[in-house]
């Protein structure tokens, strides 16, 4: 049973345009969601997160939106950049357990087109 | 952010031996680090979860006896990848977790391509 969906595994964008990556999640219990970006043979790096008792978080070019009643949420890139070509990896968690696990989608393999 | 090395990056060995990869947290400490494993255009399968002064907790189908956890200090664990065989051949990214104030975060090592020949 995967409880952390990203149903696309792939999206092409244009340089300077809208990159928007989707996660779905099914575990009501989750209560903290992060995005990760992921290079070939690297480690997954930290991009930003959200609590659940938020709708929405924004750090520069990204912003993340949670939409909890549809367990929803979205990862939008502007302007996208080809630097930001890499697999993105939504994950989730419940905060308040004691084992800290993150539950990983299975990918989004963002290309930004020049 | 914090930063988690991993060493080595690559590992070249014969089939038979074991193979250890160190996994620290530079700049925080860490109770709790994670084992991964990324099999190729696959998500990362958690393979055990690491606490500093206790045992490890594996996944299920994860060996506990071939992927030997040890976590001795807040800033250091180390998977060792026992008798290992061309199918234990994969990449192995480690994390460590920093957690508080309702947040949970993971950092991750840069990871460890295991060739065994």
């Known amino acids: 049973d995967q409880q952390v969906k990203q149903n696309s595994p792939s999206l092409s964008v244009q340089e300077g345009r809208i990159s928007i990556l989707n996660c779905d999640y099914t575990?009501?219990?989750?209560?903290?969601f992060l995005w990760y970006k992921k290079y070939p043979a690297e480690g997954p790096t930290f991009l930003i997160s959200?609590?659940?008792?938020?709708d929405k978080n924004e750090d520069g070019r990204f912003t993340v939106f949670l939409n909890k009643s549809a367990k929803h949420l979205s990862l939008h890139i502007v302007p996208s950049q080809p630097g930001d070509s890499a697999v993105y990896f939504c994950?989730?968690?419940?905060?308040?357990?004691?084992?800290?696990?993150?539950?990983f989608g299975k990918g989004t393999l963002l290309t930004v087109n020049p | 952010g914090a930063v988690v090395s991993q060493h080595p990056s690559w590992v070249i060995c014969k089939s038979g031996t074991s193979v250890k990869i160190e996994c620290r947290s530079l700049?925080?400490?860490?109770?709790?680090m994670f084992w991964y494993r990324q099999f190729p255009k696959q998500s990362l399968m958690l393979m055990a979860t690491?606490?500093?002064?206790?045992?490890?907790?594996?996944e299920q189908g994860v060996e506990k006896d071939k992927f030997l956890i040890n976590h001795a200090s807040l800033t250091l664990s180390t998977l060792t990848v026992t008798s290992a065989h061309p199918e234990d051949s994969s990449f192995y990214i480690c994390?460590?977790?920093?957690?508080?104030?309702?947040?949970?975060?993971?950092?991750f090592g840069a990871g460890t391509r295991l060739s065994v020949l």
């Open positions: 994950a989730a968690t419940f905060s308040g357990g004691s084992n800290y696990k993150l539950t």
């Open positions: 690491s606490n500093e002064g206790s045992k490890a907790t594996y």
């Open positions: 575990n009501s219990m989750f209560d903290y």
């Open positions: 994390s460590a977790a920093l957690s508080g104030r309702g947040k949970n975060i993971q950092y």
């Open positions: 700049d925080f400490q860490a109770t709790t």
């Open positions: 959200i609590s659940s008792i938020k």
